[in-house]
């Protein structure tokens, strides 16, 4: 009896230790991954900038758009290839070449001296597309305004640039860089006072004493032949570098800076690098520390569709902020109209879809929340969550984009979601996404629309 009683007890401490050996190799696992992952993947070399020594922004005016995405309709809009497209996507594809004339006449409207684009021009690339939103920039350029654009991740070399055929597709001319660059000849590469050798990144000169730094943050050469384009971006190493001699040199004639790229550079709700690292640039942290350290303060981003400027603050090492733009052809469909005055900015921000009346406005609206709510249902389902509680937490999930979209989230708008509603397997679920709903309905400073900050120092 005390043999066998010896034997469970020996039993139980061995599964103790093989328990507690898993425990703390998963522990240390976890913390030597997130160090690793947290460490630069590229070198850096720091400017000396200080918060004393940075120089004011010149007095301007401008515009910017971004995620344009235009579809001209002679591609097809019928078949059920394209109804898949439409379903599976949150942009209003059929009217995105009148929303972006519409913008235009918006812009031409109004007293800006230039204008800023930040990438997915067109919906995949599509050669017809970039000559279309070519030609409605060029109405701009005609009447001296000034337009700059750099690509997105849906611009160049996109495998997917098809036309609507019956119920399928087939594939139409896509561009290259070279023809990138020559469609937007005068808009931003003709204009250049420097170009890195290697990508579609260039220097221009919009205003007097401010250096326009637009930089090609995607990664084309690794899309592959039928598949959808690489959405993820990084600046590397040749990059990197080019960038710092931009940077010195721009410091050294004094010269203020703003960058226009894709991808983010600062965290734009608590959580996002967790749940869409491909937003935001590979080495975000590291390039922003990277600006901020040359006394940039601006940087012009597109990419995830919402409306949104947030701040990394470096303390006497700089501040920088990510104004973000929403997507053309994304509900609400916003523009930015900004001005620089005694080294403030301000922004305007319009919504291009109120000019369509309110029926219109509402649809459109419903639509990207019903492209959200799909998306989240059906990940849920995946998981095996039943349908009444998928469609609960993917409803909640969709307000909680919508809101982020919109930009200046309103916290008070939201309906907490009523855990007690939850099957015991949807909870656990629900508890693995909730850090997002509670992050996209946190506005991080600035305020999103409507605002004016100090470029001097952070308010
Ligand atoms: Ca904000
Ligand atoms: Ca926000």
Redesign the pocket.
């Known amino acids: 009896m005390e043999k066998v009683k010896t034997k469970r007890h020996l039993v139980r401490n061995i599964v103790l230790i093989v328990l507690a050996v898993l425990v703390l190799g998963f522990v240390a696992y976890k913390l030597i991954s997130g160090y690793v992952s947290s460490l630069p993947k590229y070198t850096y070399s720091y400017g000396t900038v200080t918060q004393d020594s940075m120089v004011s922004y010149p007095d301007t005016s401008f515009a910017v758009i971004s995620d344009t995405h235009y579809y001209d309709t002679s591609l097809g809009t019928t078949g059920a290839a394209f109804e898949e497209c439409l379903a599976s996507d949150r942009k209003l594809l059929k009217e995105s070449a009148e929303l972006l004339e519409r913008a235009v006449d918006r812009i031409l409207e109004s007293d800006v001296k230039f204008v800023l684009s930040s990438g997915d021009l067109t919906k995949d690339g599509e050669r017809i597309n970039h000559e279309k939103v070519a030609e409605q920039f060029q109405r701009l350029v005609d009447a001296g305004i000034k337009v700059y654009v750099v690509p997105g991740n849906h611009d160049v070399d996109n495998p997917l640039a098809v036309r609507y055929v019956g119920d399928g597709t087939e594939p139409v001319e896509n561009v290259s860089e070279e023809e990138f660059a020559e469609i937007y000849s005068n808009f931003g590469y003709g204009d250049a006072i420097m170009r890195d050798p290697e990508t579609l990144s260039y220097v221009a000169e919009p205003e007097d004493g401010l250096w326009l730094v637009a930089l090609d943050t995607n990664e084309y050469e690794k899309n592959q032949p039928d598949t959808e384009e690489v959405w993820a971006g990084e600046l590397v190493q040749s990059q990197i570098d080019w960038l710092e001699g931009v940077l010195a040199q721009a410091a050294e004639k004094g010269k203020a800076v703003i960058v226009l790229e894709h991808h983010g550079i600062v965290e734009?709700?608590e959580g996002q690098s967790k749940l869409h690292p491909d937003y935001l640039l590979s080495d975000y942290k590291y390039v922003g520390k990277l600006l901020t350290s040359y006394g940039v303060r601006l940087a012009f981003t597109g990419h995830y569709h919402?409306?949104?400027?947030?701040l990394e603050d470096n303390g006497d090492e700089g501040f920088i902020y990510d104004l973000e733009t929403g997507s053309l052809s994304t509900a609400p469909c916003s523009m930015r109209f900004c001005t620089i005055s005694d080294n403030n900015f301000t922004d305007k921000t319009e919504h291009l879809i109120d000019s369509y009346g309110a029926d219109f406005a509402a649809s459109a609206r419903a639509f990207v929340k019903k492209t959200i709510y799909t998306e989240a249902y059906n990940t849920l389902k995946g998981y095996r969550v039943s349908d009444k509680d998928s469609d609960y937490i993917a409803d909640t999930i969709s307000e909680a984009f919508l809101?982020?979209y919109d930009?200046?989230?309103d916290a008070s708008t939201r309906v907490e979601i009523d855990k007690s509603k939850l099957s015991l397997w949807s909870k656990f679920i629900y508890s693995q996404y909730s850090y997002a709903i509670e992050g996209?309905w946190?506005?991080?400073e600035p305020?999103?629309s409507n605002v004016t900050f100090s470029l001097g120092s952070v308010s």
């Not at 919402?306 to 947030?310: C, E, F, L, R, V």
């Open positions: 734009h709700w919402a409306q949104d400027i947030s809101a982020h930009g200046n989230e996209l946190v506005d991080l305020a999103d």
